[in-house]
């Protein structure tokens, strides 16, 4: 192992904006030997999340930044490839926070074993089986406390987390409208996915549209994008509505800071809530949330769909724009090829 390398992908600056090729420096080192106690990974799947925008800011939020020179902070999924830990063997299949690199040392705290199989390939633990679908499954139940008949609306209902929320609300017989981009992603969550509705907010007015769809108002409101859209949603709440503060995708790449809701004195009006939540507050009860979707995608009542690109980690800087041009079509992942 050790004649080979570790390609590396480091933060180089903060960016300004859109993150741009200035921000990334590509490095290499040998590949690391396990010291006592601790693993070696070789990483074959790098989660691709919105919140790495956030992770590259300076400032106060709910995890450090990235320093500037540190590999690139990312979720991934990896084989274990030298052992020094009991809890670990070589062959073992691993998820966790990885890096953008090819090897990662560790001492395998915060990592997770899961156990592909020929129906379940490895990057669906990085999609509905993995922090995912926890997000979807405790913003929209425990948050954002979703009842049989409720009328859900879902933004980035195409993306990673959007598809799996308004596959949930059906599963609990809710009514669900999706807003996202485009014709194709329209046709995929109302067809393949059993989403009541769609609004394509590029080419329609999503004001209006939701007039159309939620006459009696919008229960719950699952919002991955803020901006524009939480305007317009908030401006149809039911009474006593919860709003699911999830992210806000639309502003993370904002010069000049982000804009936020104008339409909030609706809340006001009808005794609504909006309520913000972190995953990980939920990891003690990962398990069970992991139970129950596992048995509804074996059912087929849930699908999952990964948005696979396949390159080394020297893409990674274009392949994670892809998620704010609109590029993918459920979670998206770099698998890494090796020569
Ligand atoms: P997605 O797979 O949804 O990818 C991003 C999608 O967002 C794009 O495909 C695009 O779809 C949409 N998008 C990008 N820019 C805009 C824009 N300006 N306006 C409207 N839509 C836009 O990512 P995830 O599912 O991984 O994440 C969804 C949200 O959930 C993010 O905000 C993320 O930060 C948040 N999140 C929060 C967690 C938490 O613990 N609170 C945990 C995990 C994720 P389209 O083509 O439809 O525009």
Known sequence: MSNEVNHQVRLAARPQGTPGPEVWEHTTEPVPEPGEGRIVVRISHISLDPAMRGWMNEG????????IGEVMRALGLGEVVASRNTDFAVGDTVTGVLGVQEYVESDGRGLQKVSPT?????????????????????????????????????????GAVGSVVGQLAKVKGARVVGIAGGPEKCAWITGELGFDAAIDYRSENVSQ??????????DVYFDNVGGDILDAVLGRLAMHARVVICGAISQYNAEGGMTGPKNYMNLLVNRARMEGFLVGDYLPRWGEA???????????????????????????????LKLFRGENTGKLVLRLNRA
């Open 60 to 67: 106060r939020s709910y995890a450090p930044p990235v320093g």
């Open 118 to 158: 020929a129906d379940v390939p490895p990057e669906r633990y990085l999609a509905l089986l993995g922090m995912t679908g926890m997000t979807a499954y405790f913003g929209l139940f425990d948050v954002g406390a979703l009842k049989e008949g409720d009328t859900v609306v879902v933004s980035g209902a195409a």
């Open 209 to 218: 549209r939701l007039k159309e769809l939620a006459p009696e108002g919008v």
């Open 290 to 320: 992991g139970t129950e979707l596992a048995g509804w995608l074996a059912e087929g009542r849930l699908r999952s769909r990964e948005d696979v690109v396949d390159g080394t980690v020297a893409d990674f800087p274009e392949v994670f």
